[in-house]
């Protein structure tokens, strides 16, 4: 039962340009969502969070947006650097029902091109 | 101000043999979780303790895993008569726990579990 699905195992583009990473959800108790990237043999680096009582959270070059009623997020990259080429994963926690832990998506290998 | 720390990084083991795979959580944070990546998959929730208590290890496979986090040093996961199927990246997060809603959680570097 995959509670977080990443549908694009892979995702390139160009220097520059906007980088779009997106993640579904099943499980209508999940009311906070993260995103973190990691890198090979290492482990997973906590980028941007988004409460559920939110729409939008920005941080630098990214941006975190959640739909609700689509239980859809997604993760926008601009401008896109090659040192952003990495896997980025998704990850969700139900606070009330499942506490701390985090479900995560199988990830998504971005690679942008110089 | 250090990460998470988790030692060793690489461990190979033969069939039968113990596994003990160590994490010391960022200065200050007093929970921690274990993780398991099997190849080509995502991460996989196993056990979330606070100092000296379990507290959801809905996660663990029900034989030969166990988890501790004593009063003093390393939270501890180990594995015994490992298995083939045991071969996997196991990561340790921890967070601060006076974050309220809000615990991100920040993960080690993880430990490479090889069974022969």
């Known amino acids: 039962d995959q509670q977080v699905k990443q549908n694009s195992p892979s995702l390139s583009v160009q220097e520059g340009r906007i980088s779009i990473l997106n993640c579904d959800y099943t499980n209508s108790m999940f009311d906070y969502f993260l995103w973190y990237k990691k890198y090979p043999a290492e482990g997973p680096t906590f980028l941007i969070s988004i409460s559920s009582i939110k729409d939008k959270n920005e941080d630098g070059r990214f941006t975190v947006f959640l739909n609700k009623s689509a239980k859809h997020l997604s993760l926008h990259i601009v401008p896109s650097q090659p040192g952003d080429s990495a896997v980025y994963f998704c990850?969700?926690?139900?606070?009330?029902?499942?506490?701390?832990?985090?479900?995560f998506g199988e990830g998504t290998q971005l690679t942008v091109n110089p | 101000n250090a990460g998470v720390m988790q030692n060793p990084r690489h461990l190979v083991r033969r069939r039968g043999q113990e596994a003990r795979l160590r994490c010391s959580p960022m200065?200050?944070?007093?929970?921690v979780y274990w993780y398991r990546q099997l190849p080509e998959e995502g991460l996989k929730f196993m056990v979330y303790?606070?100092?000296?208590?379990?507290?959801?290890e809905s996660g663990m496979p029900k034989e030969r895993f166990s988890a501790e986090f004593p009063k003093e040093g390393p939270s501890i996961l180990r594995i015994q008569q490992v298995v083939r199927g045991d071969s996997a990246a196991y990561f340790c997060a921890s967070s601060h726990p006076n974050r309220g809603a809000y615990n991100e959680q920040f993960f080690g570097p993880g430990t490479r579990l090889t069974v022969l």
């Open positions: 200065k200050g944070h007093s929970h």
């Open positions: 990850a969700a926690s139900a606070r009330e029902t499942s506490g701390s832990r985090l479900t």
């Open positions: 303790l606070q100092k000296e208590n379990i507290i959801d």
